[in-house]
């Protein structure tokens, strides 16, 4: 021991450790954090082949300088402002996407309680078995379809892309719309609480890389609506006859009755769990106002 002290005092005096504090610990974990998660999601879009492209630019650069390079150097340096703004450019819908999910995490709806967000009503356990009935069978004569169920986010935007209908929710109608060769079977519709509100939409199609290339085009857009907003979305395979669910960017394929029904009550549940906190804040907000008034 006095052997490694001695040889340390004589060899590495000049090292002096950095002073860390607990604020420096939290504050690296944090950069951690973000810097992970940043490249996470940069890997699963197409933003992943240009972020390296950008790196072989940047080794070139570094080559460049390490040899004094003038002239490449120059360049790179008028270059800069002007490929600030055109990444801003490129990788615009990534950047959106990335804003819209933070924008759905639950820690902003904790932090602030928006009123004018989406009150629209819930579907009821009667759709559900609407839902479960036609998506099975049409499973079963391999009809293709491409059902949306809205929740908090308003798909007004999607909407308009289709035909209006303001219809209530059957199985009969389900299996009329997406019946092949009819006027509404092509493309998507959705369902707002018990009733089918559009059809014929067009929905935007995920470009993740991680998706499997057997799913085609139904899949895709039904994965690109579940990554832009909190829809949940039912398909039915019309190669395959097979009934999967998207939401969240993630699909779960080949469900059976049970499977399907399951994902729909977990967000009904959800959605009945959050309308009564909603409805207890606002019952807590007319009791501070009447209590306000009182003491006036």
């Known amino acids: 021991m006095n052997v490694i002290q001695g040889f340390a005092a004589k060899y590495m005096s000049w090292i002096t450790p950095p002073k860390m504090t607990l604020t ?42 390490l040899f004094q390079m003038s002239t490449i150097l120059w360049l790179a340096e008028k270059t800069v402002n002007v490929a600030v703004v055109a990444l801003a450019v490129i990788f615009q819908p990534e950047l959106r996407k990335a804003l819209e999910q933070l924008g759905r995490k639950r820690f902003v709806s904790a932090l602030f309680d928006f009123d004018s967000a989406s009150d ?74 018990d009733r089918i509100v559009s059809a014929t939409c067009y929905l935007p199609l995920s470009d993740s890389l991680a998706i499997s290339k057997e799913l085609g085009t139904r899949h895709r857009a039904a994965i ?8 949940v979305t039912i398909i039915v395979s019309e190669e395959t006859g097979a009934v999967s669910v998207a939401k969240a960017g993630r699909i779960f394929r080949e469900l059976n009755p049970d499977g399907l029904r399951k994902q729909l009550k977990l967000i009904q549940n959800a959605d009945v769990e959050e309308s009564r906190l909603k409805s207890l804040q606002r019952r807590l907000k007319n009791v501070k106002k009447i209590s306000k008034k009182a003491d006036k």
């Open 120 to 193: 629209a009503s819930r579907f009821s356990d009667k759709t559900i078995n609407e839902l479960v009935k036609a998506s099975f069978e049409m499973g079963k004569v391999k009809t293709g379809a491409l059902i949306v169920i809205e929740q908090d986010i308003v798909l007004t935007e999607y909407e308009r892309t289709g035909i209006a209908l303001d219809s209530i929710l059957t199985s009969q109608l389900l299996i009329n719309i997406f019946e092949k060769n009819t006027p509404l079977h092509d493309g998507a519709i959705i369902v707002r609480g």
């Open 24 to 65: 420096d610990a939290v504050e690296i974990l944090i950069i951690t954090f973000l810097f992970y998660n940043i490249l996470a999601w940069i890997k699963g879009t197409r933003a992943w082949m240009l972020l390296k492209g950008i790196i072989v630019i940047l080794i070139f650069i570094l080559i460049a300088a």
């Open 224 to 231: 690109g609506i579940s990554e832009v907003s909190d829809s």
